[in-house]
């Protein structure tokens, strides 16, 4: 193989019926040899406009950068118009190489999926219209086509805009979950196979209570383990099944970190909601353990919250402050007096972030002689030099040599980044006496031990490193043990 784009297109050639070749010579989607000469060559061209989503301008261009073709925009749209039935002939005989077979009942209507999307019209501001269809199955064969605009009264996706024959069985995913669609199907003598959304359908059993979908889910133990069991919509005469088979613990497991951050997106932590889908995933049971102290950590996280608010204009040109030039904590402090903010604010606070790790801060600043607090950044200046650190996994440590003046290295520290230091642009690694960097990780014990050799510090495996053995949830509290600044979140509040 040249690379491996020729070998990953021979594996999906493996794929291929026998005779794709020769059935693209017999639909005449080879008819002309100018431009592009043999049925491979054609397939891969259309996969880049298809599969990849190019233009038909981008593609043609990508196809002549590659090697592959020489043709015009519209000498491929042309050819892809008469390539249909060649593509439709492959699509059918790889559905039936796959094993499904759909059954032959007589009386019985079409297996249609139903399905929708947004295109949009080119340039910044193109309008939007909403494509609504349906493919009957085994066939692949469009049906139905509609194309409207995206907003206006009846312009959704609705099982209730397809026309349906008697007898048709019509497949939807969880969107098309709505009891007015599924009602009007059955209305016009139709079948629905559609995911199930409960925020959307409200099901009762068949004395007319709710259904309870959280217990019935709770009940499948084991992977595989098929649910049956009859419902009917909340007023009205549908009634049907519900179906559920629990899934293998790898993919409860997805489902679930898919949860979690849909739920961190759109702040859903709480109620039935995600009750339902958290169980819909069919996990595994947690055990949750809350904090000992966790009242006092709340009345801690108020009184924070109420002081961010009380000095916010003061907190407000401070951080400004930070933000153009590295302000010593002292000199914080002094100004902090001044506005007659209390004196156990922790000044550190004014940039700490709700993900930063205070077992760092920690360990840095019982070694420091100052401290200065610059951007989201704490300098701090040790006997043996300078540490840069951003208190958060998956950022670095960044060591310095000891300066001659602290002020000049601020000064020149304050006016270049990070990345100008490591590439050494205009020799500022030397300028300011980099060291090199240390990578946070979850192993805080192997940084605090580099950190200490770099500082010619004595290691103390019984004293110093010991403590990084500190369980996650105690890393996470505050940096100070009288629980002033207990939680940041009083800061983003």
Known sequence: MDNAADENWQVLVSLFPVDWEEQARRT?????????????????????????????????????????????????????????????????????????????????????????????????????????????????????????????????????????????????????????GIESVVARQGDVLVRINPQALVLEDRRGRNFPLLRKLQSLKTAGRVGEWPVRIADTAVSGRLCAVRKSELVIRRAHRRIEQRASKYCKNTGDRRAVEWEGALPSRLN?????????QIDAAC????????????????????????????????????????????????????????????????????????????????????????????????????????????????????EDIRRNRENLAARLGFLGRMVHSSNSGVWLKELLDKLGEPVDDKTSVGRACLSRRDRKEPHESSGKENCALAQRG
Request: aromatic share 10%; glycine share 10%.
């Open 28 to 180: 005449r989607a080879i008819w002309r040899q100018r431009g592009i000469t043999d049925p491979g060559t054609l397939l891969r061209t259309f996969l880049l406009h298809v599969a990849r989503g190019y233009s038909l301008r981008e593609t043609t261009v990508r196809a002549r950068e590659a090697g592959l073709a020489a043709i015009s925009d519209v000498g491929l749209l042309k050819r892809l118009r008469r390539s249909e039935l060649w593509l439709h002939r492959l699509c059918v005989e790889l559905w039936a190489e796959n094993g499904v077979r759909m059954p032959d009942e007589a009386g019985r209507g079409s297996v249609r999926i139903v399905d929708g999307t947004i295109v949009k019209e080119p340039g910044k501001t193109g309008s939007q219209w909403r494509m609504l269809y349906s493919v009957r199955l085994p066939e692949l064969r469009c049906d139905f086509f509609d194309l409207t605009p995206t907003v206006g009264e009846g312009k959704g996706e609705s099982f209730a805009r397809v026309p349906v024959g008697t007898g048709d069985l019509l497949l939807g995913d969880a969107g098309y979950c709505l009891a007015s």
């Open 288 to 296: 949750v353990e809350l904090p000992a102290n966790l009242q006092e």
């Open 303 to 418: 009184k924070m919250f109420h002081r961010f608010g009380q000095y916010s204009e003061a907190f407000d040109r401070l951080r400004a402050r930070i933000e153009r030039e590295p302000v010593e904590k002292r000199e914080l402090d002094r100004v902090l007096g001044q506005l007659g903010v209390p004196g156990d604010f922790e000044v550190s606070q004014l940039i700490w972030k709700p993900d930063y790790d205070s077992f760092f801060y920690r360990e840095l600043a019982r070694r420091a002689r100052r401290l200065y607090l610059f951007r989201a950044e704490f300098i701090f200046e040790v006997a043996g030099g300078v540490v840069v650190e951003t208190p958060q996994l998956g950022h670095a440590t960044y060591l310095f040599g000891k300066p001659r003046s602290m002020e000049v290295f601020l000064r020149i520290y304050a006016g270049v980044s990070k």
